[in-house]
């Protein structure tokens, strides 16, 4: 196959590279996007299992760049849930005449950097071979699955299932034995829903999570109609928040340590009703004093008991750690789920599964028969999705070599080494813990941004300088050390697959990271090299 020359490739056609496609080609630039699935929406396409929907409000959790389609899209439910979302992603992309520009069903495999011609070229699992000066990851920070390797797996004779690579067309569990493993989000949301469609279904718990009612319910006119009218004055407070959502969400700053035993449990309760992560404003020390947050953790787990009748299975459902730490989850009947007959929970913290035989699988010395194993033991989180590709810059080095001690890059968008390659949302950006819509249009724009300083200045290609790199690396670090974070084996820290570095990768707070931008623009993008 020949190859194609572009000014740039976009990988990924979720909401990172759907608005980085047509911003690019607004401005000009031949672009080419690549994306693995058969269609565009990202987490949106490929996570179809059963009760999967936003956690951040459908009126936060959608782009702001065009005011036509805030005005025009009507969301349903105050969460909306996965069918609307990519209906939502399938409707930008043919309004804004993306999909031309998109190769469908076509992974990026390699892309080597050529120093004297400063381009890339890229290579697919089609055969395909573009020469381009720009690269732009959009693939995305939970899309790399990850499926624990238990022995024996392969002899497994009945179905398997990942949360994140569900089937197009959906599964029924009517009448089947079921087994899921994992206990975050994506299994919080879908057990619930499994367990009315399954005879039987089994539940392996390493680690109880934290867990508040979400209080789904359709979208109340009169709040939409407010923020329409002024959406554009709800987004610039949205962006002033700490994760680029909720303006108008009641938040709290005092301490929980002050508060009598009574007004916390007021609090707690009066934010609990709220629904999803406005629990976490009940008081404005939760996120930063172990001794604070200790009285949110036991507020759910009280919870927990009053809602779970047997109380064996109450106590393995009680989170003992900090919450908040690992992501907050946000559900709609999941504790309940659990006084169902056909609902059993098995804890596997300290008897690990063993293994799987052709029945279904081993632990703690007993085997459990299953016709459906779903995994919901989520994602190679941040990095996987870069490093699963061939990538090398400067001198061949390849990304893998780079970051194996953990993350390295100027801003969460570009690393040092490898010029002319962005990553949207990457390690070092406020990504996971933000608003993530939000933070691929501000990543998009600056990206353009950075693109366009190149091409006024007439240079080759630009790269981050190694010192600002260093810098930045430290203080997204030191950020982390100021919270409870790095206190727990979350994703975040890569804890959850054997042998990733521990690094706490997101940076905290965005507008403390939207200030750094701003500020690094109006310092002639400081930090970031030209190269004739
Ligand atoms: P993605 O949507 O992940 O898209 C990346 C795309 O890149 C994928 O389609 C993938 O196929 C493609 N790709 C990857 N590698 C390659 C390759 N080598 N070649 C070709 N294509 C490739 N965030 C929030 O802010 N709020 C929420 O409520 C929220 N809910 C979530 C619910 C679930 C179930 C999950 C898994 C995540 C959720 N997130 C949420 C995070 C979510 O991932 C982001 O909000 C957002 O969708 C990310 O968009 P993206 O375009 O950056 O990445
Ligand atoms: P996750 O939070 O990483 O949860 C994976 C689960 O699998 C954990 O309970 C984990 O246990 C368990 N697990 C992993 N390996 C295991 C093993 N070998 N044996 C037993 N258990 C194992 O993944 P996720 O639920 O897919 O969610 C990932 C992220 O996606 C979320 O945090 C969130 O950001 C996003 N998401 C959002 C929503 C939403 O509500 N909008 C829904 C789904 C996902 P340990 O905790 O012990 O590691």
């Known amino acids: 196959m020949s190859t194609q020359r572009f000014d740039a490739v976009v990988v990924g056609a979720g909401f990172a590279g759907l608005y980085m496609i047509h911003l690019l080609r607004s401005e000009g630039l031949s672009v080419q996007g690549v994306e693995r699935a058969a269609g565009v929406g990202g987490t949106w396409y490929w996570n179809r299992y059963p009760g999967c929907r ?18 025009d899209w009507v969301w349903t439910e ?34 080597h950097y050529d120093e004297r011609a400063h381009r890339w070229t890229v290579e697919t699992d089609k055969g395909d071979v573009f020469d381009t000066r720009f690269l732009i990851m959009g693939t995305g920070c939970l899309s790399a699955a990850n499926t624990p390797d238990f022995p024996g797996l392969r002899n497994f004779t009945g179905r398997t299932f990942h949360t994140g690579l569900w089937p197009q067309n959906g599964v029924d569990f009517t009448g089947r034995r079921v087994g899921i493993i994992g206990t975050g989000s994506s299994a919080i949301q879908s057990i619930p829903i499994i367990a009315t469609q399954a005879a039987d279904l089994t539940v392996f718990q390493r680690t109880a999570n934290f867990s508040v009612p979400a209080r789904n319910r359709p979208v109340d006119p009169a709040t939409v109609a407010r ?14 928040q700490p994760a680029a959502f909720g303006p108008d969400n009641p938040r709290n700053a005092d301490s929980v340590l002050a508060a009598t035993p009574e007004e916390r449990t007021r609090r707690f309760e009066e934010y609990w009703q709220l629904g999803g992560f406005m629990f976490l404003g009940a008081f404005g020390d939760l996120a930063f004093s172990e001794e604070a947050n200790a009285y949110a953790a036991e507020f759910v787990r009280s919870k927990i008991r009053e809602t779970v009748k047997d109380p064996s299975t109450a106590e393995l459902l009680s989170p003992k750690g900090i919450i908040g730490c690992k992501r907050l989850c946000a ?53 996987g999705s870069l490093l699963r590709i061939d990538i090398r810059g400067k001198g061949g080095v390849s990304l893998n070599e780079k970051w194996a001690a ?19 949302t990457g390690p070092g950006s406020p990504s996971v813990l933000a608003n993530m819509v939000t933070g691929v249009e501000q990543h998009a724009e600056y990206i353009r941004d950075v693109i366009g300083w190149l091409r006024d200045a007439d240079a080759a290609a630009v790269e981050a300088e190694p010192h600002a790199e260093d810098e930045w690396v430290q203080a997204v670090n030191a950020r982390s050390q100021m919270t409870l974070f790095p206190r727990c084996n979350s994703w ?35 930090g970031f090299a030209l190269q004739r």
Do not use: W
């Open 227 to 240: 923020v329409k009218a002024n959406y554009a004055d709800y987004r610039r407070r949205a962006r002033q």
């Open 54 to 71: 936003c956690d951040v409000e459908s009126i936060d959790y959608s782009y702001q760049f065009s005011q036509a389609l805030e005005q």
């Open 78 to 111: 105050r969460y909306a849930a996965q069918p609307e979302i990519l209906a939502y992603a399938e409707h930008v992309a043919k309004r804004f005449d993306l999909l031309p520009l998109i190769r469908f069903e076509t992974s990026v495999t390699r892309a």
């Open 492 to 526: 975040y820290l890569g804890a959850n697959v054997p042998g990733k570095p521990r690094v706490f990768m997101p940076y905290i707070g965005f507008p403390d990271y939207s200030a750094k931008l701003e500020s690094v623009r109006a310092a002639n993008f400081a």
């Open 406 to 424: 953990g993350p390295l890059t100027y801003l969460g968008l570009m690393v040092a080494g490898f010029p002319n390659l962005f990553t949207m």
């Open 331 to 383: 559900d709609t009947g999941y504790y309940e789920t659990f006084n169902r007959a056909n609902v059993h929970l098995v804890d596997v913290s300290r008897q690990p599964i063993e293994r799987f035989t052709a029945k279904g699988l081993v632990t703690g010395g007993q085997e459990y028969a299953f016709d459906d194993v779903v995994f919901a033991t989520g994602f190679d989180a941040m990095t």
